[in-house]
C-alpha cells in the first residue's frame, strides 16, 4: 500500500509457530509497500544460484532465449510472497525466488516488475509481460486468457481487529450481516461479493465488502474498524497479524478454499513445458524446498505441478 510503513520480516519460530497454528496452505492476493509500478531486478536470498539444466534449456523457445530475460510481473505488496524490502525497491519473496531459480535452469535472466494485481493476467496476455508470479490462484475463469504452471497451494484465512473486530467461528457463511475488507483484485473481493448475493437470497443481511488497492491497506482497514473481518490467503494472513503493531490483529474462523497458485504464461508462446521441467528439477533436487522453507512456507509446497491444474 502507497505509503505504508514497511516491516521486516518476523523471525522463524515466531512466524512458523504462527503458520502452524492455522495449518497454512498457502493462496491468492497483495500486502507491502511502495508505488506498485516500481521495476526492479528481484531479490535473491539463495545460498547459490541454480547452473542451467541443458535439458531444460533446449525446451525454450528460441524467441525467448533471445530475449535472454523474462521479464515477471508482480504486485509486491503481499509479504512474505512477495513484498519490498527495506530499501523500497527490491522485490523480495518466495515468488522472486522461485523466479530467479526456474530462469537460471532455462538458462535465462530474470527482472521482476511491479504491476497491481488486476493487470497482471491482462498484461501477460497481451505480451507485456512473460510471467506472472504474484500468488495467484489458477481458476478455470483465469486459464480463458492465460495458462498456468501450478506450484503451490493455498487457502483463505480470516483476520479480525482484537479490539471491536469480529470473531466467526466457521468459515463464509458466517460473514452474512457483517462487513469484509479484501485487496482489489483478488480471489478474497469475488468471494466475498458472491458472499454477499448469497446471504441476501437466503433472506439474511448483507457482507459489506471494502475494497482496498493493497493488503496492507485493507489490513489497516480492519485494524481501524473499516471493515471487521479481512480476508487473505493462509500465510499472508498469517504474516500480517505476526507484523500487526501492538497485537491489533488476531487470526479467526477456519481456512477454506484450498487450490493451486499457478505461473501465469501467455498463451500459444511454449513456456508452460519448460517452466514445468525447470519447476520438476527444482523439486527434485531441494531448492524448491529450500526456498519455501526460506520464507516459512514449506507447508503449502506440492509435488505435482501441472499445466493448467486447477480445481474450479
Known amino acids: 500500500m502507497q505509503g505504508m510503513q514497511r516491516r521486516t520480516i518476523p523471525t522463524p519460530a515466531g512466524f512458523v509457530a504462527l503458520v502452524l497454528a492455522v495449518a497454512l496452505v498457502a493462496g491468492c492476493g497483495g500486502s507491502g509497500k511502495k508505488s506498485a509500478s516500481t521495476t526492479t531486478e528481484a531479490a535473491t536470498t539463495t545460498s547459490a544460484t541454480p547452473t542451467v539444466d541443458r535439458k531444460v534449456a533446449a525446451l525454450v523457445p528460441a524467441a525467448v532465449k533471445s530475449k535472454g530475460t523474462l521479464t515477471v510481473a508482480s504486485f509486491a ?14 522485490i523480495q519473496g518466495m515468488d522472486p525466488d522461485l523466479a530467479k531459480s526456474l530462469a537460471a535452469l532455462m538458462g535465462l535472466k530474470v527482472k521482476v516488475v511491479g504491476a497491481p494485481f488486476s493487470t497482471i493476467i491482462p498484461g501477460v496476455s497481451a505480451g507485456k509481460y512473460d510471467l506472472g508470479m504474484s500468488s495467484i490462484t ?28 469480529q470473531v466467526i467461528n466457521g468459515a463464509l457463511a458466517d460473514l452474512c450481516g457483517t462487513s469484509v475488507a479484501v485487496a482489489r483484485g483478488t480471489t478474497q473481493q469475488r468471494d466475498a461479493t458472491a458472499q454477499n448475493a448469497s446471504c441476501k437470497a437466503g433472506g439474511k443481511p448483507g457482507v459489506k465488502v471494502f475494497v482496498y488497492p493493497s493488503l496492507t491497506a485493507a489490513s489497516l482497514g480492519v485494524s481501524r474498524g473499516r471493515g471487521r473481518i479481512g480476508m487473505a490467503d493462509s500465510p499472508v494472513a498469517a504474516y500480517l497479524v505476526v507484523k500487526s503493531a501492538s497485537g491489533h490483529l488476531k487470526l479467526t474462523g477456519t481456512p477454506y478454499n484450498v487450490a493451486p497458485y499457478g505461473i501465469a504464461i501467455r498463451k ?3 513456456m508452460a513445458r519448460p ?30 505441478p501441472q499445466i493448467n491444474g486447477a480445481t474450479h
Open 77 to 90: 505488496h503481499y509479504a512474505p510472497n512477495e513484498f519490498f524490502a527495506s530499501d523500497g525497491k527490491t
Open 138 to 165: 489458477d481458476t478455470k475463469q483465469r486459464q480463458k486468457s492465460v495458462d498456468f504452471v501450478t506450484y503451490f497451494k493455498a487457502g483463505t484465512s480470516f483476520y479480525t481487529n482484537t479490539t471491536g473486530g
Open 268 to 270: 500459444g508462446n511454449g
Open 275 to 304: 517452466i514445468l521441467a525447470a519447476l520438476k528439477a527444482l523439486m527434485a533436487d531441494g531448492s524448491y524446498d529450500t526456498i519455501l522453507t526460506r520464507w516459512y512456507v514449506l507447508s503449502g509446497g506440492i509435488t505435482n
